[in-house]
């Protein structure tokens, strides 16, 4: 049992395909994680949408749980913290509390014909203003849509009902009993028509996809008043003290705190992030698929980001091993990759879902070549995480080429980050020292609870709780940057024959 004096912020982690929460304690470690998983539906190959109800239900569960599991061992929670899937939306009657509409997830591209043809007169502006471009999706152009098609919605509009806001807003509302209604710095950047530098949203954006401005959810640093829990629902009374994106707070948990140090959070695709300080980067002429991002806004102030994505590295794996069957399980390719030397005969251009970076080419499909009589299972498990590894080094060197220095250290956590025959890779080929964090699995839910606890008082800052966290084993890099060089001009010029 723990001791009675010890505190705790419970911390909820509310991602694409489920829900999870777990107390941090003061000594900056993850109690039990309880977790429940959400339901995605696919109406059409464009649509993706998710029930806000069943998100919620599922929530409360979870952080019901978690705040049993205190009761029962001591430890009192003295607020809570949210992270969550960035860019989901929903649309709700302020009046029932009831959803009028599925929830569009992040991944939904209903609108990305029409988004296209505002891309050439749009990007050049949005870029300097909101450091990404128009994309495939826009939650704003959805909720236009929504009011002037669907009756529900439209009525709770006219009535002066009608609530809009990304996964935090829909969360801290039904936790503190409908009294606040906001959204955070880091989920709002998500959502388009951010402005990075005023904290404010841009009308002129709205104006052109049709959002009525009064709408929008009021902006809140990361470390704002988001209300205090309803008692009422887990029998706590506490504030709401942070909510962030997912990979904001990973940034926070993998100590990338400061510019020179950077994070690679390996999931279904791989996000891979740096700070960059007070003033957000220039994107305009980036690779594509690096976005300039609030890192995260705290005491109103905000530390910036670059971030890039690669979105089919675990889903690569799990595609093999499920769906082909190819191999029995995800260790099993990186035990077999182990066994095997790095080749330049087999290689595996991992565009499963398109390629985002380092040009987009979003019809790109993967491809597998080299193959002879000759080729063994070991050395395609090779060619697996050597083609993840390259993808991850594209997108590394997107924010390396976008950046004002050199980054001294890659921390790594996520799934795929149990795999030391892929982090050495990525070693090899970014000549970037990389170390797998202790406790990656839990880094969103500790990342956005550091926030939290910041503010509350059980640290004096995130430097000092994650300064304090032990450190993890480092894989430094074994080649020369000659060979560095002609392995990553090899992977160039086999991913350029793989385009369409």
Known sequence: MMSSSQRGVL?????????????????????????????????????????ADELWRRT?????????????NGVEIVGVALCTQRATTVLW???????????VVWQDRRYAAELEALAEKWDPILLPRTGRPVGS????????????????????????????????????????GGTAHAVS?????????????????DPEWFSAVGY??????????????????????????????AAMGDQHASLIALGALEPGQGMCMHGTGTFVGAPTGDEPADTANAADGVLAMVG???????????????????????????????????????????????????????????????????????????????????????????????????TVDGLLSTMDRPLARLRVGGGLAASDALLQSQADLTGIPIERVADSATASLRGVAYLAGVRLGLWGSLGEVVGARPTGRTFEPTTTDHERQEWRAQWQHVLRKSLP
């Open 137 to 176: 999706r826009s939650p704003f152009l959805w909720a236009a849509r929504q009011i002037s098609e669907n009756p529900q919605v439209r009525a709770a509009a006219d009535a002066g009902r009608l609530l809009f806001g990304s996964i935090d807003t829909w969360l801290s509302w039904n936790l503190n």
């Open 296 to 394: 995260w806004r705290a005491n109103g102030r905000s530390r910036f980001s670059l971030e890039a994505y690669t979105s089919t590295t675990g889903s690569a794996l799990r595609w093999l091993v499920e769906d082909l069957q190819l191999f029995d399980s995800a260790e099993q390719i990186s035990e077999l990759a182990a066994t095997h030397p790095r080749d330049r005969e087999t290689w595996l251009v991992p565009t499963l879902a398109g390629l985002r970076t380092p040009v987009a080419v979003p019809a790109a499909s993967a491809s597998l070549t080299g193959l002879t009589l000759a080729t063994t299972r070991a050395a395609i498990a090779r060619a697996v995480l050597e083609g993840i590894a390259h993808s991850v080094c594209d």
């Open 212 to 241: 009525p401005a009064e709408l929008a959810p009021p902006l809140l640093d990361d470390d704002g008043d988001f209300g205090q829990t309803h008692p009422g629902l887990l029998g706590i009374r506490v504030p709401i003290a």
């Open 60 to 72: 409360l569960q979870v952080a019901g749980q978690a705040v049993a599991w205190a009761s029962n």
């Open 93 to 103: 009657d302020r009046v029932t509390g009831r959803p009028l509409a599925p929830a």
């Open 11 to 51: 911390s909820i982690d509310e991602g694409s395909t489920g829900t999870r929460a777990a107390v941090v304690t003061a000594d900056g470690a993850s109690g039990p994680s309880f977790y429940q998983p959400i339901a995605v539906v696919h109406p059409d190959p464009l649509r993706v949408e998710q029930d």
């Open 185 to 201: 710095a880091t989920n709002a950047a998500s959502l388009g028509g951010y402005l990075l530098r005023e904290h404010a949203w």
